[in-house]
């Protein structure tokens, strides 16, 4: 079975442009979580869709948005980047009936 | 506010000893918490997990323990080998379906040949 695919794996944008990166779960896995990873800091939660909605949210500003299609596939949106925003992106994807998620490899951001 | 600390940035321990990785926590709502090991520029993989209804739980060489009245969980590795060589994460969820992880920041583990 797949696992997790993320792409791109790098990006390199400028402040100020938005960027969109995509995430295929596990076939069969419909719950899809978006964290950042950035140095000291930790992985932290953006979102999680579910069956298409919008299930859970971080303390992230509206510059990040994501939205979930019906085969599971997602996509997370950040507007007017800011160097800040420069980090690794992890999607991961669980069943939902198991607390166990599986982690892609990573969008690796950086913003010039 | 870090709800989940891993207040060792990094530990080195010799092969084929013990490795014991710490995690503390402060939301009593936790009730599930796992545990993840992460290779540089590679996502994190799941290793092992514990409910808050267990203390312990074991898988091959890793052990994972719970202290809830500490609030307090490790992972224990034996014997460590080389390979084990990565960052590891603990990581909690307040309740079944709701897959927001909360993560620690993270502990890097070197194995010493």
């Given at each position: 079975?797949?696992?997790?695919?993320?792409?791109?794996?790098?990006?390199?944008?400028?402040?100020?442009?938005?960027?969109?990166?995509?995430?295929?779960?596990?076939?069969?896995?419909?719950?899809v979580s978006w964290y950042q990873q950035t140095p000291g800091q930790?992985?932290?939660?953006?979102?999680?869709?579910?069956?298409?909605?919008?299930?859970?949210?971080?303390?992230?500003?509206?510059?990040?948005?994501?939205?979930?299609?019906?085969n599971s596939r997602s996509e997370m949106n950040v507007s007017t980047l800011e160097l800040g925003d420069s980090a690794l992106y992890l999607c991961a994807s669980s069943s939902g009936t198991s607390q166990e998620a599986f982690f892609g490899q990573g969008t690796r951001l950086t913003v010039v | 506010d870090q709800q989940v600390k891993q207040n060792s940035p990094s530990l080195s321990v010799q092969e084929g000893r013990i490795s014991i990785l710490n995690c503390?926590?402060?939301?009593?709502?936790?009730?599930?918490?796992?545990?993840?090991?992460?290779?540089?520029?590679?996502?994190?993989?799941?290793?092992?997990s514990i409910s808050s209804i267990k203390d312990k739980n074991e898988d091959g060489r890793f052990t994972v323990f719970l202290n809830k009245s500490a609030k307090h969980l490790s992972l224990h590795i034996v014997p460590s080998q080389p390979g084990d060589s990565a960052v590891y994460f603990c990581a909690a969820l307040t309740n079944f379906g709701n897959e927001k992880l909360t993560f620690g920041t993270g502990t890097r583990l070197t194995i010493i040949p």
């Open positions: 079975k797949a696992g997790v695919t993320q792409t791109p794996r790098y990006l390199i944008k400028t402040r100020g442009q938005q960027v969109t990166l995509s995430c295929s779960p596990i076939s069969g896995h419909r719950s930790g992985l932290q939660f953006l979102f999680e869709y579910f069956s298409e909605t919008q299930r859970n949210k971080g303390n992230f500003p509206g510059r990040f948005s994501g939205r979930q299609f019906s | 503390d926590y402060t939301n009593s709502m936790f009730d599930y918490f796992l545990w993840y090991k992460k290779y540089p520029a590679e996502g994190p993989t799941f290793l092992i």
